[in-house]
């Protein structure tokens, strides 16, 4: 099967920066999905990573190590509006198709 | 280009009472799938629809059920329900293998 683990809740200061951190174990990993999903709206797109190594997107970076089943979500210059749960999600195949996993979400709180 | 749309975006339910739900994906994504989001257990999935065939189905009993148009538009069918099953139910879509799925607002389902 597969198992995702990420922080339940993490506290940061509006302009600092915050790592989101996301373990997995899984056979026929594709890649990593990351979504944001503010409170009572739906989940948003923020990145997809297959190989190993830094994305940046702005203030957001994602970064993946495939051999250590590891990734993490990086906020830069936080904003009050960053507060929401940051979901991340395993693609794998299995069974001749390629399926999604979500983890439980991390929800960061931005304080002033 | 409109996004993935669900109706109703509330309902009220009594428990033996049946429930269907529909989504709307995005122009051109054949691929839809059904979540249940609750606050304790995150983003379950439920079954994913693939040019009218269920390609995927996750860990939940035959009540739920659904099915997928010509069309791509698909619709979420649970019998007998439950109080447990109070959730909100999300549909998203996607392009493609490895695209990122795009979710409606879902509906906010709740049992008494």
């Known amino acids: 099967g597969q198992n995702i683990d990420q922080p339940t809740e993490m506290t940061a200061t509006e302009g600092a920066i915050v790592q989101i951190n996301c373990t997995y174990q899984t056979s026929g990993f594709n890649g990593l999905f990351w979504y944001q999903q503010h409170a009572g709206e739906a989940p948003t797109f923020l990145s997809y990573?297959?190989?190993?190594g830094l994305e940046e997107k702005g203030r957001f970076s994602s970064f993946l190590s495939r051999s250590k089943g590891y990734s993490y979500l990086l906020l830069k210059e936080l904003q009050m509006k960053d507060s929401a749960s940051y979901l991340c999600?395993?693609?794998?195949?299995?069974?001749?198709?390629?399926?999604?996993?979500f983890g439980t979400g991390t929800k960061l709180q931005v304080i002033p | 280009k409109a996004g993935v749309t669900q109706t109703p975006r509330y309902l009220i339910k009594t428990r033996g009472q049946q429930v269907t739900l529909s989504c709307s994906p995005i122009?051109?994504?054949?691929?839809v799938s059904w979540y249940q989001q609750t606050p304790g257990q995150g983003l379950q999935f439920l079954f994913e629809?693939?040019?009218?065939?269920?390609?995927n189905k996750g860990n939940f009993p035959g009540r739920f059920s659904g099915r997928q148009f010509s069309n791509s538009r698909s619709e979420m069918n649970v019998s007998t329900l439950e109080l447990g099953d109070s959730a909100l139910y999300l549909c998203?879509?996607?392009?493609?293998?490895?695209?990122?799925?795009?979710f409606g607002d879902g509906t906010r389902l709740s049992i008494l």
């Open positions: 990573n297959v190989l190993d």
């Open positions: 998203a879509s996607r392009a493609g293998t490895d695209q990122p799925q795009h």
């Open positions: 629809y693939f040019s009218e065939t269920q390609r």
């Open positions: 122009s051109g994504h054949r691929s």
């Open positions: 999600a395993v693609s794998f195949n299995s069974g001749g198709y390629q399926k999604v996993t």
